[in-house]
């Protein structure tokens, strides 16, 4: 049972009816898939049976958690915290990570920042993947980070789990726990994830401050996920390259926290605490992404309908500290940047080398997720929203099989007044309809700076339409 990781397996004929039943635990290591394995039965009367099977198959549930347990030391939080850390397939190339942390316990003062470690609890290691902070005054002691790494690969990765008591006492660690090879963890259902998945995002202005962290103001962007019929998942990341410590230029150590508040920014107004809570994830100031997710307990409709607005602060102790703040929802001029799209493509800059496709939502099959300068393959007749997080400094564009623009963020396209691709820009992106007139042209992406950050560009169902070939990698993951 090696491929199984499960070791001796006694079957016991129980009833005295030829049937052999077992129980047993997979191991973290085991192979996903089906498995040939050799099964020996031992007769009461010591005869063997020996017979080969490929019936036993290991399949990774869609869902995943392994407990964090509290860890006594010397900081605000003496006791601990205890809670939970949970996979979720959020796609064939991507999982969403979630913190469900004692409320109770949390310190009220500060956010606490967490990460997946390399190794085991007892051996120690470095930082793997960033999570979001969770902000501790809020009342559910949650967060979310989507990440570019398949289920599967979390459930056997040689790790554990450290939240931390905030960015100032990085060394006092208030929940640990083992993950993945390292840990048995409990499987369950998955997302009831709807069809079709909508997204929208609304940009947050920069809001000048007398505070000390990003006190120029950050222009941002808040971005609304739909999971299922009740859950959306919301996003804001800082319109800052690397993070909050490169962008303020010294150590900080404070996460920024956001919320959703009611009514607009002009007439004010407190922290929605119902149907939903309004409080979302932190920023921890060492994240290289500069953003915070959080599962928020109502429908993408109700949200993007949402009488609100959403602030960003400095910290906890300093949310007078207001440094991004914009409308949402019913409130938003045009119902948010990609509100009109059907799908949404979040892409960011690997440096000055690649691009790379953070996120998809809306549709599969579009890019593969966490590779460089992957193919994009696109479908006539569908409305795309790009949201660049690689900002100003890499603008986005189109080019046909010359290297002509037929779309540019940084300049003028060709077919940037055609009616049909109804192209539309601004400073986190650019949107626009996958016209046929648009395919029968493109050959690739890229950055307008940079000529090696490009990718090819195929069209659902033929080839490249421009015929170009530019510097992608391999497509239709997510």
């Not at 990341?237 to 962008?247: H, P, Y």
Request: overall charge negative; proline content about 3%; glycine content about 16%.
């Amino acid at each position: 049972m090696s491929a199984f990781d499960a070791g001796t397996i006694t079957l016991n004929d129980e009833n005295g009816d030829g049937t052999y039943e077992a129980a047993f635990t997979v191991g973290g290591t085991a192979s996903e898939g089906d498995q040939t394995a050799t099964v020996t039965v031992t007769e009461g009367d010591g005869s063997k049976a020996t017979a080969e099977t490929s019936a036993l198959t290991v399949r990774t549930p869609p869902r995943v958690s392994y407990d964090l347990s509290a860890q006594s030391n010397d900081g605000a939080a003496p006791n601990g915290v205890s809670g939970t850390v949970t996979f979720w397939r959020a796609g064939p190339d991507s999982s969403l990570v979630t913190l469900n942390l004692d409320a109770d316990a949390t310190v009220g003062s500060v956010s606490h920042p967490a990460h997946i470690h390399n190794n085991s609890v007892e051996e120690g290691g470095g930082v793997e993947y960033y999570l979001s902070a969770v902000n501790g005054s809020a009342p559910n002691g949650t967060s979310a980070r989507k990440i570019g790494v398949p289920i599967e690969e979390l459930v056997r990765f040689d790790g554990h789990v450290n939240v931390h008591e905030s960015p100032a006492n990085l060394n006092n660690v208030v929940a640990q726990g083992n993950i993945g090879a390292n840990a048995n963890g409990n499987g369950g259902d998955g997302l009831d994830f709807v069809s079709d998945r909508r997204a929208t995002t609304y940009s947050l202005n920069a809001s000048t401050t007398n505070g000390s962290v990003l006190s120029g103001g950050v222009e941002s962007t808040v971005r609304l996920e739909e999971l299922t019929s009740s859950k959306t998942l919301v996003t804001y990341t800082l319109g800052i390259s690397g993070s909050v410590n490169d962008a303020n230029g010294n150590s900080v150590d404070v996460a920024q926290i956001g919320h959703i508040h009611k009514n607009t920014v002009s007439e004010g107004g407190g922290i929605v605490n119902g149907p939903f809570s309004g409080y979302l994830g932190s920023v921890a100031p060492t994240d290289p992404a500069a953003r915070s997710s959080r599962i928020v307990e109502a429908s993408f409709d109700e949200l993007t309908s949402y009488d609100g607005y959403v602030n960003l602060h400095q910290s906890n102790a300093n949310a007078q500290y207001v440094f991004a703040q914009g409308n949402i929802g019913a409130n938003a001029t045009g119902g948010g940047g990609g509100s009109s799209a059907d799908v949404t493509v979040t892409v960011t800059n690997v440096g000055t080398s690649a691009w790379e496709v953070t996120d998809v939502s809306g549709a599969s099959g579009v890019a593969q997720t966490g590779t460089n300068n992957p193919t994009l393959t696109l479908k006539v007749g569908t409305r795309y929203r790009f949201e660049n997080n690689g900002g100003s400094a890499h603008p986005l564009g189109f080019q046909d099989g010359s290297s002509s623009y037929l779309l540019n963020q940084d300049g003028d396209g060709s077919l940037e007044g055609n009616s049909d691709v109804n192209y539309e820009e601004d400073s986190e992106g650019i949107t626009f309809t996958y016209a046929q007139a648009l395919a029968d042209e493109v050959a690739s992406y890229r950055c307008t700076v940079h000529s090696q950050m490009e990718g090819d560009v195929q069209t659902d169902g033929g080839g490249s339409g421009g015929g170009g070939s530019g510097g992608g990698g391999g497509g239709g993951g997510y």
